[in-house]
């Protein structure tokens, strides 16, 4: 892995770091170091503002922008107003995911509340697939519904908007994909800040922030001002798991919905809610970090729609029963563990294909296909992939003639782009520049393979297969206390374009023998670098700085010691024991972390590391909740051996 250490300019740095002194806000003005760090992570992730500095490290609900900002709202807050007033019945169409399930709770919660009545549609993901399909909404037309709201799909629904207005039914679409090169679907409403000619100030929402946001819009006009607060900050909850979930940049208005929303999970009172973070062991006496929403969270509420029916996740947040919440969140885990061997086994196959094919492994854009592979899991095995070879990969799977895939890429590949290039080739496909779904007849899947490899390799280059690793800064294991910690709190919660700061260490000492935690996690003891006493080369050889000025003049070894000798080994002396009574001062040199690798056991028996060996590493810092065994930890995200020269 190659470490990029950020570049910033110092004086810049300084400059900022005392301007964030004088806001009293951020109690800074008491220790110049902290202001420091914290000025040259929030200048490299572009603010220089003092007052954008404390927006973006005390959101406030008051930061959130006028829903009527978004193209399209007045137009959909008046009909789903008139939907209302009339005791018309609303189908919202959601995503199987997190974000459209999550979408479909927010509207349809928000609605019942003002006094209207809603129903929704989850399409099942193997039976129906991604996007409106025509006979759902002849089904609701001749059912009497009047109004659809589509929620994180419908922006390419061109088909299912005509089939809407030949049947006389209201279309408004909330999405946050990218249009596609044809424009919006005709619609009553669409509302999607990426729509040409909407001036929405953040274009990075999610599906369930942009349903959020007309939430909010009809909110403002039908309940009164504390409900609205109350409520608004409710449903921050579910757009925080939202957003996270979906991997968003989470800046503007999306890091308010997320430091907001996981601060209010600390005090979840809907029994789902309650159910899930207990089912998913999230500590209940203080927020849930982004990291805890990622991998704990949000992959249980994916499971219903890649392994059943998300119609689960909807359940989950809607019953008031607590025993059935429990039951709810226990069927979700019990899919996730599913989902995870299915992963495993197909993940597996995957590795023996590369194994097996060296055209694989020389592609430039990995395409890699099998016969049932679970369409639920395809997506993230792209994601493994991509993480071990450092290829764009594809992952499909072939039933009954018909190809389903899911894509990932890295940094230099916008995959969209690459799909754009060949869209004659699908029957479906969508997604942004790192993620895509498609599908696509069987027999031109080699054709795609065939054409992404040489689309590849005309932008790419051996270089960006390198995996990178950007560092923030450089630290002392001294360096690293309760303090820094505190301080790299403010910037959270982490996530796409707010890294976690990762940190590097030079020359830190392993001081105990590696242990190696469930056959694939790592957990090594660190210890800051300590400085050697140097001796001087015209000293003695044979004769240490204490033993030289305890020789006598006439013994014979007095003889050989030059006066030069014996003031080098006073003044060394007097050294020594200056730096040991600074050694002695200063005990966070002395202080061991406890540093955990995250699936690094191949590579530690591969660098048959020994205690007493020297490393380099590149590291988060975490803390332990344990009652006892608790306090500051460390994460790996690389190491490297020091090695000495010569024999």
Same mark, same amino acid.
């Given at each position: 892995?190659?470490?990029?250490?950020?570049?910033?300019?110092?004086?810049?740095?300084?400059?900022?770091?005392?301007?964030?002194?004088?806001?009293?806000?951020?109690?800074?003005?008491?220790?110049?170091?902290?202001?420091?760090?914290?000025?040259?992570?929030?200048?490299?992730?572009?603010?220089?503002?003092?007052?954008?500095?404390?927006?973006?490290?005390?959101?406030?609900?008051?930061?959130?922008?006028?829903?009527?900002?978004?193209?399209?709202?007045?137009?959909?807050?008046?009909?789903?107003?008139?939907?209302?007033?009339?005791?018309?019945?609303?189908?919202?169409?959601?995503?199987?995911?997190?974000?459209?399930?999550?979408?479909?709770?927010?509207?349809?919660?928000?609605?019942?509340?003002?006094?209207?009545?809603?129903?929704?549609?989850?399409?099942?993901?193997?039976?129906?697939?991604?996007?409106?399909?025509?006979?759902?909404?002849?089904?609701?037309?001749?059912?009497?519904?009047?109004?659809?709201?589509?929620?994180?799909?419908?922006?390419?629904?061109?088909?299912?908007?005509?089939?809407?207005?030949?049947?006389?039914?209201?279309?408004?679409?909330?999405?946050?994909?990218?249009?596609?090169?044809?424009?919006?679907?005709?619609?009553?409403?669409?509302?999607?800040?990426?729509?040409?000619?909407?001036?929405?100030?953040?274009?990075?929402?999610?599906?369930?922030?942009?349903?959020?946001?007309?939430?909010?819009?009809?909110?403002?006009?039908?309940?009164?001002?504390?409900?609205?607060?109350?409520?608004?900050?409710?449903?921050?909850?579910?757009?925080?798991?939202?957003?996270?979930?979906?991997?968003?940049?989470?800046?503007?208005?999306?890091?308010?919905?997320?430091?907001?929303?996981?601060?209010?999970?600390?005090?979840?009172?809907?029994?789902?809610?309650?159910?899930?973070?207990?089912?998913?062991?999230?500590?209940?006496?203080?927020?849930?970090?982004?990291?805890?929403?990622?991998?704990?969270?949000?992959?249980?509420?994916?499971?219903?729609?890649?392994?059943? =029916?998300?119609?689960?996740?909807?359940?989950?947040?809607?019953?008031?029963?607590?025993?059935?919440?429990?039951?709810?969140?226990?069927?979700?885990?019990?899919?996730?563990?599913?989902?995870?061997?299915?992963?495993?086994?197909?993940?597996?196959?995957?590795?023996?294909?590369?194994?097996?094919?060296?055209?694989?492994?020389?592609?430039?854009?990995?395409?890699?296909?099998?016969?049932?592979?679970?369409?639920?899991?395809?997506?993230?095995?792209?994601?493994? =992939?991509?993480?071990?070879?450092?290829?764009?990969?594809?992952?499909?799977?072939?039933?009954?003639?018909?190809?389903?895939?899911?894509?990932?890429?890295?940094?230099?590949?916008?995959?969209?782009?690459?799909?754009?290039?060949?869209?004659?080739?699908?029957?479906?496909?969508?997604?942004?520049?790192?993620?895509?779904?498609?599908?696509?007849?069987?027999?031109?899947?080699?054709?795609?393979?065939?054409?992404?490899?040489?689309?590849?390799?005309?932008?790419?280059?051996?270089?960006?297969?390198?995996?990178?690793?950007?560092?923030?800064?450089?630290?002392?294991?001294?360096?690293?206390?309760?303090?820094?910690?505190?301080?790299?709190?403010?910037?959270?919660?982490?996530?796409?374009?707010?890294?976690?700061?990762?940190?590097?260490?030079?020359?830190?000492?392993?001081?105990?023998?590696?242990?190696?935690?469930?056959?694939?996690?790592?957990?090594?003891?660190?210890?800051?670098?300590?400085?050697?006493?140097?001796?001087?080369?015209?000293?003695?050889?044979?004769?240490?700085?204490?033993?030289?000025?305890?020789?006598?003049?006439?013994?014979?070894?007095?003889?050989?010691?030059?006066?030069?000798?014996?003031?080098?080994?006073?003044?060394?002396?007097?050294?020594?024991?200056?730096?040991?009574?600074?050694?002695?001062?200063?005990?966070?040199?002395?202080?061991?972390?406890?540093?955990?690798?995250?699936?690094?056991?191949?590579?530690?028996?591969?660098?048959?590391?020994?205690?007493?060996?020297?490393?380099?590493?590149?590291?988060?810092?975490?803390?332990?909740?344990?009652?006892?065994?608790?306090?500051?930890?460390?994460?790996?995200?690389?190491?490297?051996?020091?090695?000495?020269?010569?024999?």
């Amino acid at each position: 892995m190659k470490w990029l250490t950020k570049i910033v300019q110092p004086e810049r740095v300084e400059s900022f770091a005392n301007a964030l002194r004088s806001v009293s806000a951020l109690h800074l003005n008491r220790d110049a170091h902290l202001a420091s760090t914290l000025a040259r992570l929030l200048v490299m992730r572009g603010i220089t503002d003092p007052a954008d500095a404390e927006r973006y490290l005390i959101p406030a609900l008051s930061h959130l922008h006028s829903p009527y900002l978004m193209s399209g709202m007045r137009q959909a807050v008046d009909r789903l107003e008139a939907a209302i007033d009339r005791k018309e019945g609303v189908l919202i169409y959601g995503d199987y995911d997190v974000d459209g399930t999550t979408a479909i709770v927010i509207l349809k919660t928000v609605i019942e509340l003002c006094g209207g009545s809603a129903d929704f549609h989850v399409p099942h993901r193997i039976r129906e697939g991604y996007g409106m399909k025509d006979e759902v909404i002849e089904h609701a037309a001749s059912s009497g519904t009047r109004l659809i709201i589509s929620v994180d799909t419908g922006i390419r629904a061109f088909a299912a908007a005509e089939t809407a207005q030949r049947l006389g039914v209201d279309l408004i679409v909330t999405d946050h994909h990218l249009p596609g090169q044809d424009g919006v679907p005709t619609a009553f409403a669409v509302l999607n800040p990426n729509q040409p000619g909407c001036e929405y100030p953040c274009k990075v929402l999610c599906g369930a922030g942009v349903a959020f946001k007309l939430a909010q819009a009809l909110m403002e006009k039908r309940l009164v001002d504390k409900d609205q607060t109350r409520l608004m900050t409710s449903f921050m909850k579910m757009v925080a798991i939202a957003t996270i979930a979906d991997a968003v940049p989470l800046t503007g208005e999306n890091r308010v919905f997320a430091k907001l929303g996981l601060d209010a999970l600390r005090r979840a009172v809907n029994p789902g809610l309650k159910a899930l973070l207990e089912m998913a062991q999230v500590p209940a006496n203080r927020p849930p970090t982004s990291t805890e929403i990622a991998f704990r969270i949000a992959p249980r509420l994916n499971a219903a729609g890649r392994m059943d =029916v998300a119609r689960d996740v909807v359940e989950l947040f809607s019953v008031k029963d607590p025993a059935r919440a429990k039951e709810i969140a226990g069927r979700l885990d019990q899919l996730n563990a599913e989902r995870q061997e299915e992963e495993r086994r197909i993940l597996q196959a995957i590795t023996e294909r590369f194994e097996k094919e060296p055209d694989l492994c020389n592609a430039y854009c990995v395409v890699v296909d099998g016969e049932g592979w679970h369409r639920g899991v395809i997506g993230i095995t792209a994601t493994r =992939v991509v993480e071990r070879y450092g290829r764009p990969a594809l992952v499909l799977s072939h039933d009954g003639g018909e190809a389903h895939g899911s894509g990932r890429s890295i940094r230099a590949f916008h995959l969209l782009d690459a799909l754009e290039s060949c869209h004659e080739l699908f029957t479906r496909y969508g997604g942004h520049s790192h993620a895509v779904g498609f599908s696509l007849p069987s027999d031109r899947v080699p054709q795609l393979r065939a054409h992404l490899d040489q689309y590849a390799r005309e932008r790419l280059t051996p270089a960006d297969f390198e995996s990178l690793l950007d560092l923030d800064a450089e630290l002392n294991l001294d360096q690293v206390t309760p303090e820094l910690f505190q301080a790299l709190g403010r910037l959270e919660p982490f996530g796409q374009a707010n890294p976690e700061p990762i940190f590097s260490a030079r020359g830190v000492r392993l001081m105990a023998p590696p242990k190696i935690l469930k056959e694939k996690h790592v957990k090594l003891k660190l210890a800051a670098a300590v400085a050697p006493v140097s001796v001087p080369d015209d000293q003695n050889d044979t004769l240490n700085p204490e033993a030289i000025l305890v020789t006598p003049r006439c013994h014979p070894d007095g003889v050989s010691i030059p006066r030069s000798g014996v003031r080098a080994a006073t003044e060394n002396l007097h050294l020594r024991t200056e730096n040991r009574e600074l050694r002695t001062e200063n005990w966070r040199r002395h202080v061991t972390f406890d540093a955990l690798g995250w699936h690094m056991a191949e590579r530690l028996q591969a660098a048959n590391l020994l205690a007493g060996d020297t490393l380099d590493i590149a590291f988060t810092i975490g803390h332990n909740d344990h009652p006892e065994y608790g306090g500051l930890e460390l994460s790996l995200r690389d190491f490297q051996i020091q090695r000495k020269n010569g024999p």
